[in-house]
């Protein structure tokens, strides 16, 4: 398995995700293209399965290629990929569209969900997306208290609100002793000493909730590792499963840039709307704001500052943007993006963070 970074995407390029209802008829069409299958993983709570180590896949579009119905639309396909200047499409790519292409042909007016597994990864100013700040990190000036400290905040307020945090490890800084629920393999050691620039990722976001809400009770659940990468699949389980813990809030931290051959990815999507109307799911927006004023190399191809970023653009998200010291909306925030719903602080935030030695990176 290899992680394929796309035109402005990141996936598994050996994994398909297909919904339970299709599965049979998806794996009987790869099966005769050659494909071959490695293990299943279903999910009752999505109704998703994904399909793991697929092989032989470059073999199974070469058939695809050689159907005269078929051969023609994925050559036009690639056509306009390059034209728009993405580059050749990955064998998956081809792969998933030829099998739709077929099933379409088979049995006209009905369609299947297929999808890949993406790689949801932080909206994040490293090393490719301005994040808003110049130079190396300094510790605040003030150490902030404890949640509601100094502010005309009723201490009671988030009471009963049961917040699920699906973000990185909990670094166990004291400032949120008590403040949250979490497993112990959920937990980094404070005692490693050395940290990259994300293990802190999860404290900060839990503190920025709890300035606003100090009465909130937060569910911690890592669905990313400490290089700020996770599998889609493995995010959408997990929002899935927020749902039978109660929770009333569920905060995405995370997101996937408008991808080459869907609008929105699959999985991500089938496990918000899996969700039910009482439960609100808020995302990041997105760092890509400021990316004309960044050095070309530092910028993937195709992403620009209106590049759209799911979860947060789904119907059912609550996408939020950053707003400056002044009250603006942050340099690095998506513009035009009518799909953003809120706008809040995002520059020059305190909050919690890990303790010990960060290793960064300049760019």
């Not at 790689?119 to 110049?134: A, K, N, Q």
């Not at 950053?322 to 799909?339: E, I, Q, V």
Request: proline share 8%; net charge negative.
């Amino acid at each position: 398995m290899a992680i394929r970074r796309g035109r402005v995407e990141v996936f598994h390029d050996d994994q398909i995700v297909v919904a339970q209802p299709d599965l049979d008829i998806v794996t009987q069409s790869l099966t005769r293209l050659g494909v071959v299958l490695g293990p299943v993983e279903g999910n009752a709570e999505l109704r998703l399965a994904l399909l793991r180590d697929l092989g032989n896949i470059e073999a199974a579009v070469h058939v695809l290629r050689q159907d005269s119905g078929i051969g023609p639309q994925l050559d036009r396909f690639g056509a306009e990929r390059r034209g728009l200047g993405q580059g050749d499409p990955a064998p998956l790519d081809l792969l998933v569209r030829g099998v739709l292409l077929q099933l379409a042909g088979s049995f006209p007016g009905w369609t299947v969900e297929i999808g890949k597994n993406y790689r949801p990864s932080y909206v994040r100013g490293y090393p490719h997306i301005g994040g808003g700040g110049d130079g190396d990190p300094v510790p605040a000036e003030i150490t902030p208290g404890p949640p509601g400290f100094g502010r005309d905040l009723d201490p009671q307020t988030g009471r009963g609100v049961r917040v699920a945090v699906l973000d990185t490890l909990m670094f166990p800084d004291p400032w949120l002793t008590g403040r949250y629920i979490a497993s112990p393999e959920d937990i980094l050691d404070p005692e490693q000493g050395h940290f990259t620039v994300f293990d802190g990722h999860c404290a900060f976001v839990s503190s920025c909730i709890l300035r606003q809400a100090p009465a909130a009770e937060i569910h911690v659940r890592p669905v990313l590792g400490a290089d700020g990468d996770g599998s889609a699949w493995d995010a959408a389980i997990a929002i899935a499963e927020t749902a039978r813990a109660g929770a009333h809030v569920v905060n995405l931290s995370f997101g996937e840039y408008r991808t080459d051959d869907d609008s929105a990815p699959m999985v991500l999507r089938t496990a918000v709307e899996r969700l039910g109307s009482d439960i609100v799911v808020v995302a990041a927006a997105g760092n890509n704001g400021d990316v004309n004023n960044m050095p070309a190399e530092l910028v993937p191809a195709g992403v620009k500052p209106d590049s759209v970023s799911y979860p947060a653009a789904l119907p059912d998200v609550v996408g939020v943007g950053a707003l400056d010291r002044n009250g603006d909306l942050a340099a690095f925030t998506p513009h035009p993006a009518p799909w953003i719903r809120l706008l809040a602080p995002g520059i020059g935030l305190n909050g919690a963070y890990v303790r010990g030695i960060v290793q960064h990176q300049h760019f």
